[in-house]
């Protein structure tokens, strides 16, 4: 009796260090993408414009004017494939901001394992064809809150040329984590989801574009550089 106690006693305190080690490298882990997104947010402030709005506009969607002789690329050809900056060779397409949640983020042009580690990437589609889709990590500092957003709050995508494409949330939905064509389903501009913890759902945040809110900001960009 006396060895079975003993040997519970080292089963417990087994788990407990098991639970503290998992613990301390959740932490680690977060703390470490949060470093990870900051230093390629500094790589990239040249790209940002100097003010993100922070509420939807209340202005009414006024008739488009006669396409400009100088209009962007994207809005010439739709279809083109967004321009990247490559950053400790890992290409952005792209800083995500969130002023409600204050969060600021790179986003990774394509997405695999490694990639969300450092920052949440493109699921798919595109800021030019009004379905881009975005995952993260449910890290604080990544997409963990984004169950505390509300309809109405705002959005901005800026990419890699200065253009600022800014949305309004409109839904919020819970899917399970294999329903790729729900998460692919419906006509929203951007969508963002995370996993919830223990990936037993996935939390989906879906967003309109505000038309009358695309803004072509001037920024410090020199024509033909790269970041490495």
């Known amino acids: 009796m006396r060895n079975k106690g003993t040997g519970l006693i080292f089963l417990g305190l087994l788990l407990i260090a098991a ?37 939807a506009s209340t202005e009414p969607i006024v008739e488009q004017a006669p396409m400009p002789s100088d209009a962007p690329d994207y809005v010439l050809c739709p279809d083109m494939e967004m321009p990247v900056e490559t950053i400790n060779g890992m290409d952005y397409i792209g800083v995500l901001q969130i002023p409600s949640l204050e969060l600021e983020l790179p986003i990774a042009s394509e997405w695999n394992y490694p990639n969300l580690k450092t920052a949440p990437c493109r699921y798919s589609g595109s800021a030019y064809l009004n379905n881009l889709i975005l995952c993260g990590h449910n890290y604080t500092s990544h997409f963990g809150n984004l169950k505390n957003l509300c309809e109405g709050d705002i959005a901005t995508f800026t990419d890699m040329d200065g253009n600022v494409f800014t949305y309004k949330m409109m839904e919020r939905e819970t899917l399970n984590p294999t329903d790729i064509e729900g998460m692919e389903s419906g006509n929203w501009d951007l969508t963002l989801f995370t996993c919830t913890v223990g990936g037993q759902s996935r939390v989906t945040i879906r967003f309109e574009l505000l038309q009358d809110s695309i803004i072509i900001f001037e920024t410090r960009k020199i024509p033909g550089q790269r970041i490495f």
């Open 19 to 55: 639970a503290l080690f998992l613990t301390a490298y959740n932490l680690y882990d977060e703390q470490r993408a949060e470093q990870s997104a900051l230093q390629v947010i500094d790589r990239l402030e040249d790209y940002l414009p100097s003010e993100v709005p922070t509420e």
